[in-house]
């Protein structure tokens, strides 16, 4: 689609839901952005980038509201009946959404939420800043950038168990690896967090979810062991070290090929090492039988 039509169709769909909820939606908004922010700010943002789940901005243009009902309630039901743009989304992230059982009402007011803050293409810079003023009540914690050098071993040592956390909850390393020279190799239940930081988009989406585990996994294992604010941020720290000095990270796109092309090129060359090898023994050894045995029999 190129660029004209697509703002054109944004506009109109714009114009749609702002018909469709005008007098509710504004109603609504403060609901749904609270209600948005406890259920879905760990995986979701809106015109702030992937995290765990997809950026939802705009989604409303491209979804029903039936739909996004339905797959709010239940992502894995629709996806197993066969909808073909629930499976396509789930094969993109391969992670499984949790079910949301909330009432109607409550979804509603999420879905206005999304829309009012999905505008058209050219108004995107002020959404931006809208978002920008409804997180910034959050208590302020200090980057995982400024971290110190003691912080960071502090936060590897929550990781792999060494030290407990406050509150009693397993350590990190129980379900995830991750490659770093500071903890010995992990749990490989659950993805590898070596790159985490970054494929979240770093503190924010991190934090998110170490503050509030939308895993089923991990709830279950934090339900009433949460780790408290200081112990997410030496995780934290600890997980932005391990991203930052992982020697294969290429600055930030594309970072999968080089590592497991590098992986690749390095396998294929010990088999090519190795059959090289057996070749060349193969022969001496064959050689020096021969050898002896035309002397033998002689
Ligand atoms: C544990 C992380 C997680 C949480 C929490 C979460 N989602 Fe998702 N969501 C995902 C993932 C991952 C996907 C991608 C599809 C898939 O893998 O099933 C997704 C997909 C979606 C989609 C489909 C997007 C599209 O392009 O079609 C919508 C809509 C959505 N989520 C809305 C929500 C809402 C609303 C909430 C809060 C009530 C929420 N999600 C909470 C992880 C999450
Ligand atoms: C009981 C096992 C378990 C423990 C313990 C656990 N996790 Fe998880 N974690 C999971 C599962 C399962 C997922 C879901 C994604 C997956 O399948 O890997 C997950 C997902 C995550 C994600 C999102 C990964 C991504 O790429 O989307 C992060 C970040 C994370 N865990 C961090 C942590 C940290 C930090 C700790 C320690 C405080 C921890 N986890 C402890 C099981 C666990």
New binding site residues.
Partial sequence: MNNERKIKTNLKAALLWSALFFPAGLLMAQDGAALFKTNCSACHSIGKGRL?GPDLKGVTNKRSEEWLGKFIKASQSLINSGDADAKAIFDEFK?VMPDFNLPDADIKAIIAHIASQSPAEAEQAATVEVVETATSNEPAMPGSEVASKEDIKKGSEL?SGKTSFVNG??S?L???NVSNEQVPAGGL???D?TS?YS??GGDAG?QG??KSFP?P??AH?YKNRP?TDEEVRL?SAFLYDADKSNIYQVSNSGNGIFIYGGGIALVVLLILIALLWYNRKKNNVKYDIYNRQIKSSN
């Fill in positions: 765990v992670v990781f909850g397993p990190c129980s379900c995830h239940l659950a993805k967090l985490v494929r979240l991190l979810i170490l895993f996994a991990m294992s780790l995780v």
